[in-house]
Each structure stands twice: as C-alpha cells, then as structure tokens.
C-alpha cells in the first residue's frame, strides 16, 4: 500500500464507513443493511462507494441482486469486526464502579434445546452478573458456525453433529 494512502487511512478513515460495511456484510444485502442502520439505500451505497474509494480496492462484487465480498472485502471485514469488538467494550473497560461487571453477551441457539443443566446455568449466571445483558438469538446450527467464526456473536449453543461426537469419542 502506497506510503499516501496509508497516512490517510491512518489518520482519517471513517469508522462510520467500516461499521456500514460490517453491517452489509452481515446482512448480505444492501436494503437490508440500510433498513438495520436506519438509512437509506442509497445512503449505504454511497458509504460502500466511498470506502472502496478510501481503500482503493474493490470490496464487493456484485451479481443482480446478491453479492460476494473480494478478497480485500473478505479482508476489511474481518478487521472491522475486531475494531467492533473493541470498541463494544469500551464502557465496560472503562466503567471504574465498585467491581460490578456490566456489559452485553450475544449468544446463538439453536431452538428446541431443553436441558435442566443449561437452564440452571443461565438462572445462575443472571443471579451473579444481573447488570449483563444477555441476547439470545435463536438460528440454525450453520448459521451459528459461520456467525461465530466471523466474530459476530459472543457465543453459540447446539447439538453436536454425529461426526463431532465420533471425533470426540475416539
């Protein structure tokens, strides 16, 4: 990357651009993400527009209606969800109250789980950390896979697949 670029990006990228595109990325849509941020279309396509141009690489490629992320974008998205999980702890690193924990945990599942053992855990975890949100999301367990290996979510919950449990057992 050109010494210029790298000033610029260093000095004056807007992370309102990246979290409009983490957001694209997450969705999978434009509408979609524009409906999430509360914009317009346009609007996130004019900040797509213009983090392309910030960067100068391509981060989508668009097909009709859907897309897929280049490599930069594959790029620029795992780095912006990192930026994302930092600055998501801010208050929590910075909240100096009298050790009480706060903050929020975005956790999957997948639905129809029924266990006494897991039910008991979030009973008690409430009961030590009440000044912690938790969001439980509930989707299908490769949805789960792809949101946690993107560093979308905190957390996942599902049954093991017959392979995992043969690998574990063996």
Same mark, same amino acid.
């Given at each position: 990357m050109r010494t210029d670029i790298a000033q610029f $990006? #260093?000095?004056r990228l807007d992370w309102n $651009?990246?979290?409009t595109f983490l957001?694209? =990325? !997450? &969705?999978r849509s434009l509408s979609r993400a524009a409906a999430r941020l509360y914009v317009t279309q346009p609007a996130v396509s004019q900040a797509l527009r213009r983090l392309e141009e910030s960067l100068e690489r391509k981060l989508i490629e668009r097909r009709g209606p859907t897309f897929a992320p280049t490599q930069a974008g594959e790029e620029v998205f795992r780095i912006a969800s990192e930026i994302y999980g930092h600055i998501s702890r801010l208050e929590t690193e910075l909240d100096?109250?009298?050790?009480d924990i706060t903050g929020s945990i %975005? $956790? @999957?599942m997948v639905s129809r789980i029924e266990s006494p053992v897991y039910d008991e855990f979030l009973a008690e975890f409430h009961r030590s950390y009440p000044r912690i949100d938790l969001q439980i999301e509930v989707m299908r367990s490769s949805e789960i896979i792809s !949101? $946690? @290996? !993107?560093? #979308?979510r905190d957390g996942g919950v599902r049954p =093991?697949? %017959?392979? &995992? %449990?043969?690998? %574990?057992d063996a």
């Amino acid at each position: 990357m050109r010494t210029d670029i790298a000033q610029f $990006l #260093n000095d004056r990228l807007d992370w309102n $651009l990246l979290r409009t595109f983490l957001v694209i =990325m !997450q &969705e999978r849509s434009l509408s979609r993400a524009a409906a999430r941020l509360y914009v317009t279309q346009p609007a996130v396509s004019q900040a797509l527009r213009r983090l392309e141009e910030s960067l100068e690489r391509k981060l989508i490629e668009r097909r009709g209606p859907t897309f897929a992320p280049t490599q930069a974008g594959e790029e620029v998205f795992r780095i912006a969800s990192e930026i994302y999980g930092h600055i998501s702890r801010l208050e929590t690193e910075l909240d100096d109250a009298a050790g009480d924990i706060t903050g929020s945990i %975005r $956790l @999957l599942m997948v639905s129809r789980i029924e266990s006494p053992v897991y039910d008991e855990f979030l009973a008690e975890f409430h009961r030590s950390y009440p000044r912690i949100d938790l969001q439980i999301e509930v989707m299908r367990s490769s949805e789960i896979i792809s !949101q $946690l @290996l !993107q560093k #979308n979510r905190d957390g996942g919950v599902r049954p =093991m697949s %017959r392979a &995992e %449990r043969q690998t %574990r057992d063996a």
